[in-house]
């Protein structure tokens, strides 16, 4: 038995050379790799960044309902809107039928001229027709234009903007409003933190 433990004993003694070496093979190897990437400065721990709340990039829609639109900046509009990186327009249209050339005059305009115009109808989808009168006027313009339902616009509008587009949207709210059980979950919660006394 005493043999036996000094064998292991012995044997242990033999490799620690070895392990020493192989540990400060790893302790390079780790610093080499951390020194090469940005991804994990925290010390192996991701950091996540939701870019729509962050007033930096720019303007971004956060939420909108059958009223009208909330910004990053926590800014509330009533209404239609034309939201550009920096700025927020009121937009005189009532509907996605009183889009028009006279409606749309505004982003021609603009300078520097943008890339991108996204419309956000409400929530229709779009027609044929809207989308043909539409694209074949900011055509000539040189303008691309998405037309899309207002949510699908929202999102489109936050990317675009955040990867520094020039790019323009203008916005109709929905009449009907889709909802899960998570928007329910975070109404409950914010409610709760409204009414809680420290």
């Keep these: 038995m005493i043999l036996q433990t000094l064998r292991s004993v012995a044997l242990k003694a033999s490799r ?98 943008i890339d991108v115009l996204i419309i956000g109808i409400g929530d229709q989808s779009p027609t044929a027709v809207l989308s043909r009168r539409i694209i074949e006027f900011m055509k000539k313009y040189r303008i691309n234009v998405e037309i899309l339902r207002t949510e699908q616009a929202c999102a489109t509008f936050n990317f675009l903007n955040a990867e520094g587009r020039m790019v323009a949207c203008a916005l109709i709210p929905p009449v009907h409003i889709a909802y899960n059980e998570n928007d329910v979950l975070q109404s409950k919660l914010k409610r709760q933190e409204l009414y809680e006394t420290d």
Aim: hydrophobic share 35%; net charge negative.
């Design 16 to 113: 620690a050379p070895f392990l020493s070496q192989s540990l400060a093979r790893r302790q390079a190897l780790s610093t080499t790799a951390t020194g090469l990437s940005k991804a994990y400065d925290y010390d192996g721990k991701t950091k996540v960044t939701i870019f729509n709340t962050e007033t930096e990039n720019g303007l971004m829609v956060t939420g909108y309902s059958q009223y009208g639109f909330r910004l990053n900046n926590n800014m509330v509009l009533l209404g239609p809107i034309s939201v550009f990186p920096r700025s927020v327009l009121s937009w005189n249209v009532n509907s996605f039928e009183d889009i028009n050339e006279e409606s749309l005059s505004l982003f021609p305009s603009l300078e520097p001229k």
